[in-house]
């Protein structure tokens, strides 16, 4: 994911929301924690686009927890089987868990960052062989393979994958359709 202005992807991650506590009050800007108060009080919790967050923590105006998508509940599932986890689940708007995590990253410390990108890491490393494993596995099931159950396992498959993943698998079965496409084409030609 880019972080182009006019990339689709960046502005749904930057859309998504994350916890603060505001250090200081701040007068005419209640509506922003969704209560009917005029003024934001200093300790006030409230979730905040990122991209809005970014402005409220650079100014230390607000702090800000980790969100639950990289917290240690999560981290500890991706640990044991990262394949196991529905990303999409996680973050909502596309499911775009790594640019999520990739926004994060830029507004915490360089220690933080650190760890949070060993976790995007890992995480895309653990469940790639299986994305491109299953896009060739239901690419090779051709049209036949178009409905009933194993259909019904390409979609529960697919809808726990991040958009990112959900890009790569799209690409991998094309891929795999053109390759068997070519081959079935010269198998006919050395006939």
């Not at 994350?18 to 108060?37: E, N």
């Not at 702090?63 to 990262?82: C, H, M, Q, W, Y």
């Amino acid at each position: 994911m880019d972080n182009d202005y006019f990339s689709i992807d960046a502005i749904l991650a930057e859309n998504q929301k994350i916890q603060c506590t505001f250090k200081v009050d701040i007068p005419d800007m209640g509506h922003l924690a969704g209560g009917s108060d005029r003024d934001i009080k200093s300790l006030t919790k409230a979730p905040i686009p990122i991209w809005l967050a970014y402005i409220m923590l650079f100014s230390d105006w607000a702090d800000f927890t980790i969100p639950s998508p990289f917290g240690t509940r999560v981290r500890n599932a991706l640990k044991a089987e990262p394949r196991s986890v529905k990303l999409s689940n996680l973050v909502g708007a596309g499911g775009l868990w790594y640019g999520f995590g990739k926004m994060v990253m830029d507004i915490l410390s360089e220690e933080q960052a650190n760890g949070i990108s060993e976790v995007l890491a890992k995480a895309f490393k653990g469940r790639l062989l299986e994305v491109i494993d299953q896009a060739q596995h239901f690419a090779a099931l051709g049209p036949a393979g178009g409905g009933g159950p194993s259909a019904d396992t390409a979609q529960s498959f697919r809808e726990g994958l991040d958009g990112t993943e959900r890009e790569l698998f799209a690409l991998a079965q094309e891929s795999a359709k053109r390759i068997k496409r070519w081959h079935e084409g010269n198998d006919k030609a050395r006939r």
